[in-house]
Nanobody
Framework: QVQLVESGGGLVQPGGSLRLSCAAS????????MGWYRQAPGKQREWVAT???????NYADSVKGRFSISRDNAEKTVYLQMNRLKPEDTAVYYC??????????WGQGTQVTVSS
């Protein structure tokens, strides 16, 4: 079973930065593409970013140029560096295996609130 624990969220002013972390209990972590997703109240969960086992990355247009996904295979951790945050970035952020067929349950997520 896969366990994912997100952390690092909080309250930040527009234009500020946060770094999210996701600790994964994957026995073969290095083989998986990992992703970050977010869900705002009243909206569907949306994809934010993906990092492949090769280190290649993809980003949603809404965060491109502002967010950066990275991974530490030794620590089995995925990160999301978020810069120049906007109020519309407010959401609960989740990490998971990018391949739908390899996913278990979603974790608790971590709340990011961007407000002045």
């Amino acid at each position: 079973q896969v366990q994912l624990v997100e952390s690092g969220g909080g309250l930040v002013q527009p234009g500020g930065s946060l770094r999210l972390s996701c600790a994964a209990s994957l026995s073969i972590f290095t083989s998986y593409a990992m992703g970050w997703y977010r869900q705002a109240p009243g909206k569907q969960r949306e994809w934010v970013a993906t990092i492949f086992s090769t280190g290649s990355t993809n980003y949603a247009d809404s965060v491109k140029g502002r967010f950066s996904i990275s991974r530490d295979n030794a620590e089995k951790t995925v990160y999301l560096q978020m810069n120049r945050l906007k109020p519309e970035d407010t959401a609960v952020y989740y990490c998971n295996v990018a391949n739908r067929n390899s996913r278990g349950s979603w974790g608790q997520g971590t709340q990011v609130t961007v407000s002045s």
